[in-house]
């Protein structure tokens, strides 16, 4: 137990039996459901306004970015860059950094959102 905060310390086998459980299901849902929910996800982010990453602004204009694989949606910019293959690329701004970046779905920042980098 953590004497400051008094929380028990984590029971590192229920996590252990837990991530187990989530890949037994994942293998027993098979690939083709498991796209069917990935589809399905992409559709309904579009429905509220998501776009495809491959046609996110090349201009420098901030937006909002989901890449495959994080579950954040973060601020993101092209930088143009000439010693880069295709003359620049996307970054994500996060935790206080600069990340290289493959918006999956974008869509613009909202009115209220501050512009400044």
Known sequence: MCE????????????????????????????????RQMLDAREGLKSLGWRDGQYA???????????????????CYWMTNKHMAEGGG???????DLWPAKPTLWKPMPSNAEVSR
């Open 4 to 35: 400051t905060c008094k929380n028990e310390e984590p029971n590192l086998r229920e996590m252990w039996a837990a991530a187990d459980k989530k890949a037994k299901d994942w293998r027993e849902a098979g690939e083709e459901k498991l796209l």
């Open 57 to 75: 602004p090349k201009d420098g204009t901030r937006f909002l970015s989901i890449e495959a694989g994080s579950t954040g949606v973060f601020p």
């Open 90 to 96: 996307f970054w994500s701004e996060a935790h206080g």
